[in-house]
């Protein structure tokens, strides 16, 4: 058994030593449950409904049990003495010095200035607003993840770029002396190609940092540690053009955005509160009832030393007809708040119509990029097809073999550049919106 366990656990490090190979889908998925904040978030919408229910426990009938013993003091009896007809003392109540009390009350609210059945409407407001507001942590969580995941994606592949640069510029060197030895090319030849692989080698540097960094931020936006051996799976990255109404948009982003469904029920929580507030100019009507277990009863007279039960029900009426301003005090907050949520809603409007204008702008650039960059990178590659040729046969200089090379590294680079903005534009626009990215 012993044995089992080791080589499970020896199994389970060698597992995570090694690369992991993730997709968006399952990088998302691991992220999701992994994530700190949605932990933080699902706690609150626990809590909400938490309060939902301790908000309609009021409406209901309360049920209470008390129970108490008291050791009272001596005392003379109770007795009557009439000489000289009674001429001894008839005891009419005897002292009991052990009480045994036993209380068990029913309290049902029949009206309370609506404030209860406002406090109720206001929880469940508040938990409607903590429901939204966790799916829209969920849906930023996912946008982090995305994000890292693409920032990932490109600069693996600016750093493959650089690696593939180098290999052609050894190349060029390799000829170069080549073409040095037999007469062919001169020594500032290969000092320029031997100055341009050094140049690369420090960018190939800069790059592996930079790819170091970005699978460390990856590990992190989606729980593993940060030193994590992880890989990614992009797939194939297809660009489509779309074509979106600004208008239908921004009336998609209105309605769907977890933000503003937050904030409106927010403030119809924050106007139930006002009326909650408001109650206390009202009278408080309750049904009550008792049930007594008592030793002696004092209901029961002459007292007797053992438990007698009784009962008593009825209504109770409460007014509070002055407390200092109070009550007022209290509406006029619960009325600010109100106020505030309001603003704060139609300022959370503004900004979400220029967030999905902006970013259906951008998702319109980053398409138009990518088909430039892709006719970018193929008008490099037959720049230095040509001057590779015309440099074999020693046409040209290597002067114009590095600026092709160079010309060729930033069309490739600017189009995987432009292709992981397309992605992440698209993203941005469908999360601006209101859309699940998850």
Known sequence: MKKTIVLFLISTVCLFAQAQKLTLKESLEIGMKNSKELKISHSKLVSASAQVTAANSYLLPQLNFSA?????????????????????????????????TMKLSLQQPLFTGFRLTSLSSAAKYNYDAAESEFKNDKNNEAMKIQSAFWNYYKAEQNDKVLDENLLQIKQHLDDTKSFEANGLATQNDLLK???????TKLQKIEADNNLDIARMVFNQAIGLPI??????????????????????LLNEAISKRGELKSLQYRVDASDKSVTASEAAWFPSVYLVGDYYYSKPNQRYLPAVNEFKNTWDVGFQLSWSLWNWGYTSSQTTIAEQNKIQTETSLSEMK????????????????????????????KQAEENYRMIKEKYNTQVASSTDLIDAETALLSAKTNYVNS????????????????????
């Open 350 to 377: 503004d900004a979400v119509n220029i967030e999905v204008y902006q970013n259906y702008l951008t998702f319109k650039r980053a398409f138009d990029k990518v088909n430039v960059a892709k006719l970018g990178v």
């Open 227 to 248: 030193d994590a051996k992880t890989e990614i799976e992009p797939g194939e990255i297809s660009t489509e053009q779309v074509s979106y109404n600004p208008e239908d």
């Open 68 to 100: 108490g013993y008291m050791r009272l003091s001596n005392i003379p009896p109770f007795q009557v003495f009439i000489p000289p007809i009674i001429p001894k003392p008839i005891t009419i109540s005897p002292v009991i010095l052990d009480d045994w």
């Open 193 to 199: 190609l031997e100055v341009q692989y050094s140049s």
């Open 419 to 438: 292709l992981v903005d397309y992605e992440l534009a698209k993203v941005r626009l469908d999360k601006s919106i209101g859309k699940n990215i998850y």
